[in-house]
């Protein structure tokens, strides 16, 4: 009889044997053919991580989740990685975090003021709104997508607590504007960093990876975004104190800080005090915080250990089909905004944003660019203030606005993005760039 060893080896070279003549069967890009915004570009590493995981049969987060949170961390160059359920996931998880007793009087409560913007996706904000407090909105700007930092101080007031903010499409927003605000006032910052990773900012001491800058960064591994794992995200920090809290809220709220299958690692399982509980009550089942189960199986974390190894190069192509539609759009500026980036800003692109000028209508070079083949995306909720999730609250006390919100109810209307992700090949480019000319122009 085989050994198991042996035949999980043979399982192994079938996985790669399969995946060599998937590689085969593909055809090449022909023009007219459907260029989605995204696409998930993997190997048979990926299919033999998930089949090694599908064996141990752990199930849930297990040592492929130790291995990511610990190779993770590594990458963007930070303490503590809490892998989550999903990208909104993490947005629910790093905002709560904030809202800890342990925080003291930096904890934020209901009632207290967050700054936001409107254009963006709707779980950067769902947090704030269903815990009570308020999301203070702000606009953005026109080529860039991201918070005009010139309407923080407008925007502040004796109840802000937080600024929390999308890197919109992999595009850093003004982390040195932020960030200094931030600490002038003595506010939160968590980066929604889930479409931007592998970008960078220099905040005036050399490049950092977005996301690590704040006290709080949020990733998702949907399939659409830099790294997938199907569903997954994290939320990161390099504090210890956020992180104790992270963990607990994560994993039920629990006190106890062993890892799933480990008991009394701490040599105090039942000899502590704790609330009203008697004393000696079991660790593992004290509950510091009203928390959530938002763990992710280790079949996810497995494909996201070898996604890993990847996202460097995965980020450099995303640069690399960015500039090439830059470049080979630009003349159209009277037709189109083309998008921009900050000066000390390295962003790792998610898509190509266009706003077309006045005269134009979005709608109508969208549906030109659909027809041949090329799939187009809304920037997100547009204006989530305009969508239906508001209409039980528009208009009332539960969220201010400062100033206009011009640019985002333009966003609404002219706004629109292609893909830039790594599977997409010269020829998919070059046919993008003569389908967008054509559009415009026709429009």
């Avoid at 990876?209 to 975004?225: E, R, W």
């Avoid at 549906?367 to 203030?385: C, D, H, P």
Wanted: aromatic share 10%; hydrophobic share 40%.
């Amino acid at each position: 009889m085989r050994t198991k060893e042996e035949i999980r080896e043979e399982m192994m070279a079938l996985v790669q044997e399969y995946t060599d003549v998937e590689q085969v069967e593909k055809t090449p890009f022909r023009p007219g053919q459907r260029i989605p915004y995204c696409s998930r570009v993997y190997d048979a590493q990926e299919r033999m991580n998930l089949v090694d995981a599908a064996l141990d049969f752990w199930l849930t987060s297990g040592r492929f989740c130790e291995e990511f949170e610990r190779e993770f961390a590594k990458y963007l160059g930070v303490e503590h990685v809490a892998v989550v359920n999903s990208g909104s996931s993490a947005n629910l998880l790093a905002f709560m975090t904030l809202t800890s007793p342990l925080l003291g009087e930096r904890a934020i409560r209901p009632g207290d003021e967050v700054i936001c913007v409107a254009a963006a996706f709707p779980t950067t904000v769902t947090p704030i709104l269903q815990y009570g407090a308020v999301p203070v909105f702000v606009d953005v700007k026109l080529g860039t997508y991201n918070i005009d930092v010139s309407m923080l101080e407008q925007a502040l007031s004796a109840k802000t607590k937080c600024i929390f903010l999308a890197h919109s499409l992999g595009n850093p927003f003004d982390l040195k504007a932020v960030k200094d605000f931030c600490d002038k006032h003595d506010l939160w910052l968590i980066e929604d960093n889930c479409d931007a990773l592998g970008a960078e900012f220099d905040m005036g001491y050399g490049f950092q990876k977005t996301g690590t800058i704040g006290d709080l960064g949020t990733s998702s591994f949907y399939p659409a975004h830099h790294l997938t794992m199907g569903e997954g995200g994290a939320v990161y920090t390099n504090n210890d104190l956020l992180s104790r809290i992270m963990f607990s809220m994560r994993d039920w709220g629990r006190d106890c800080v062993c890892p799933p299958g480990k008991d009394n690692t701490c040599g105090h399982r039942f000899d502590g005090q704790y609330g009203e509980m008697p004393k000696g009550y079991d660790h593992k089942y004290v509950y510091s915080h009203l928390g959530y189960n938002l763990k992710i199986t280790d079949m996810q974390a497995a494909i996201g250990c070898a996604q890993l190894k990847k996202v460097p190069g995965f980020v450099q192509r995303r640069r690399e089909n960015w500039q090439k539609l830059k470049d080979g759009l630009a003349g159209l500026e009277d037709k189109l905004v083309l998008p921009y980036y900050e000066d000390n800003a390295k962003p790792s692109w998610f898509g190509f944003l266009m706003t077309v000028q006045e005269g134009l209508s979005r709608d109508a070079v969208v549906q030109y660019i659909e027809n041949k083949g090329v799939q187009t995306r809304m920037l997100f909720s547009g204006s989530i203030l305009r969508q239906p999730c508001f209409d039980h609250i528009r208009g009332t006390d539960a969220y201010r606005v400062v100033g206009s919100l011009a640019n985002t109810d333009r966003i609404v209307t002219d706004t629109f993005w292609v893909g830039v992700y790594p599977g997409m090949t010269d020829p998919m480019i070059d046919y993008m760039v003569k389908t967008i000319r054509a559009a415009v122009e026709k429009a």
